[in-house]
């Protein structure tokens, strides 16, 4: 209880019940919670009654606290020259303790399924690659709020003009999934840094 005090308005409460009067069987209070901003996922207090009489408290009741203001994520579209990594910006809310997050994703747009990789690399604010869970989940740290999800895309030589694919997501408390297209080009008209050739498959008449 005294690690939680900032959690509500502390009050201790006292009533009189008149001697003998078997029909008074209930005693209510109210316990006001605050708001104290970032998600905490869930928390628990113990409620303990007493007799001034006995002094023996008698029962305790364990309280749950379910945080209005649950992690939610937002993804950032992308366009990446073909053959280079798609990058996904992802934002998060910060909570007060771990929670986890899935990802997918899907070729609904104009892109095919080998023109991405199937695997795709999940990594934290500062760079450190998070690793991904038993259940296909990966876990957040406490106060995350950015993630980047890397997809790579796979080179050929055919010009298939701009083509879109999309990363999904979500945290354990959404109940559906956010998306962010992620555009391939393969004009010459976007250039990855990573090298010094613009991917253009266009097609040439010599």
């Known amino acids: 209880l005294t690690k939680m005090k900032q959690e509500f308005s502390w009050k201790r409460i006292s009533s009189i019940f008149p001697t003998g009067d078997k029909n008074l069987s209930l005693l209510s209070f109210n ?16 409620v303990s009654l007493k007799s001034t009489q006995t002094l023996v408290e008698k029962n305790s009741v364990n309280t749950e606290i379910l945080d209005a203001t649950l992690p939610q994520l937002t993804i950032a579209p992308v366009a990446v020259e073909e053959g280079s990594d798609a990058v996904f910006d992802v934002t998060l809310d910060a909570a007060s303790e771990p929670y986890t997050v899935t990802f997918s994703t899907s070729v609904d747009g104009s892109a095919e399924s080998e023109d991405i990789s199937s695997s795709f690399v999940v990594k934290d604010s ?60 393969d ?20």
């Open 31 to 46: 316990l006001p919670i605050e708001d104290d901003g970032p998600g905490e996922i869930s928390q628990s207090f113990s």
């Open 126 to 185: 500062n760079g450190n690659v998070i690793p991904k869970n038993e259940d296909g989940s990966y876990t957040v740290p406490v106060g995350e709020t950015k993630l980047t999800v890397t997809v790579p895309t796979i080179v050929d030589s055919i010009y298939e003009r701009s083509e879109t694919f999309e990363l999904n997501g979500k945290t354990e408390f959404m109940d559906s999934e956010t998306s962010a297209i992620g555009t391939i080009v």
């Open 187 to 206: 004009d010459g008209s976007r250039d990855d840094n990573l090298d010094s050739e613009f991917d253009n498959d266009k097609p040439v008449v010599s």
